[in-house]
């Protein structure tokens, strides 16, 4: 489903360039559940912004799904992006003037393909237990139910690939277990593939496998929870 191949990425300074990864290697299965940890600033959510396409490799090469997202032109990669990339980060990033089911239909107006749309829409917030929240804006809503709502927009396309950069980081404990027993609830269901970067090793061990990045290098670990 995701191969990644010697992915690197450094930045140029005025001195020596800014090594951030290096030939990252990676395959993960359809349906897989996959971490990764590390410090601060040790180039988990850059990674995760490459696989989701919203950053370039300075070298290397990664397919999702037999696709080769570095070889798209612009208008094929947002569209690529918008179907087959489901993303749900720290902060839910819901518009606030729009209702919790207008921020979930909002990635099929961006494709203009909103056939069914509403009807998913709905579906998912059932799914999440929003139905009857659907027309509350984010500023009414508490932020575990933001954060199932970002979920559920994350869904909407029924993605191959899920990216969450610490879905539940900005959570307090009860919300933050009740967003990842959904969170894994629905990838399930939909058997997409799971990409998660988090600092909770309780997170993690939900995971299938577990991967940490030190020095830039990533690095195969014991899922202490699932062993």
Do not use: W, Y
């Not at 207008?102 to 494709?111: D, G, K, M, Q, Y």
Request: hydrophobic residues 35%; aromatic residues 2%; proline residues 4%.
């Amino acid at each position: 489903m995701l191969e990644l191949n010697s992915i690197c990425k450094q930045h140029e300074t005025r001195g020596e360039p800014l090594v951030v990864l290096t030939d990252i290697s990676m395959n993960v299965e359809r349906g897989e559940s996959v971490s990764i940890m590390g410090p601060s600033g040790s180039g988990k959510s850059t990674l995760l912004n490459i696989v989701g396409t919203l950053d370039t490799p300075t070298s290397g090469d990664f397919v999702i799904d037999g696709d080769s997202p570095l070889k798209m032109s612009n208008n094929e990669l947002a569209r690529f992006r918008n179907r087959q990339i489901g993303f749900v980060f720290q902060d839910h990033h819901l518009l606030p003037q729009l209702s919790a089911i207008e921020n979930v239909v909002l990635p099929s107006l961006a494709s203009s393909e909103t056939s069914g749309a509403i009807e998913r829409a709905n579906e998912l917030l059932d799914r999440v237990g929003l139905a009857d929240r659907k027309d509350h804006l984010p500023a009414e809503l508490s932020g575990g139910e933001r954060q199932r709502v970002a979920i559920a927009r994350a869904l909407i396309h029924r993605p191959k690939l899920l990216l969450a950069d610490e879905p539940t980081g900005n959570l307090d404990r009860k919300s933050a277990d009740a967003v990842s027993d959904l969170l894994f609830e629905l990838q399930q269901a939909d058997s997409c593939t799971l990409l998660m970067v988090t600092h909770s090793p309780t997170l993690a061990g939900r995971c299938g496998r577990g991967f940490e990045i030190s020095d830039g290098r990533l690095l195969s670990v014991a899922n202490r929870v699932n062993e």
